[in-house]
């Protein structure tokens, strides 16, 4: 049962069950992006509460986490394919939708479709919640793609800056 706050709304905990099971709807046929975008919402949540965001900043990652790749489908339907490029292209007007339809506050529904828009680009990276988006889609990506060596070490360099990222990283693949 979805918590309603006194004001008639529901929390921010209800809101994120209320986006999972959308995104859930959105994705259930494709159970691999699903896990996917469950994986690194896991990994931001962890993250961002190890690093000690507020909680405003921490509901913010957690919406961009769920929908970061809402733009796979979208590219698909539109393009018949899709890439980095096109997810960050696709993805912030049905990301958009989504949190209006679910009455997602304005300043939140547009720092995810900011963050949806930028998580494949990892240069000038403003914000901690857009450092730690990247780094949970690299924990679960690495995996996916079977990095090793030297391509690890590359992203462990030039990717992760969080002390809580770094320690997931290592324990996860190694000391690096």
Known sequence: MIKVKTDGGIS???KIALLTQRMIGYEGDCVKRVNHFLTVYAFAKTIGELEGLDDATLFTLSTAALVHDVGIRASLAKLGHYDAGLQQEEGPPVAREMLRELDFPADVIE??????SRHHTYTDIEGLDYQILVEADFLVNIFGKGMCGEQLEAV???IFKTRAGLTILR???GKL
């Open 12 to 14: 921010m905990t209800g």
């Open 111 to 116: 720092r995810v479709c900011y963050l949806v």
């Open 156 to 158: 462990r360099k030039n």
């Open 171 to 173: 324990s996860m693949y």
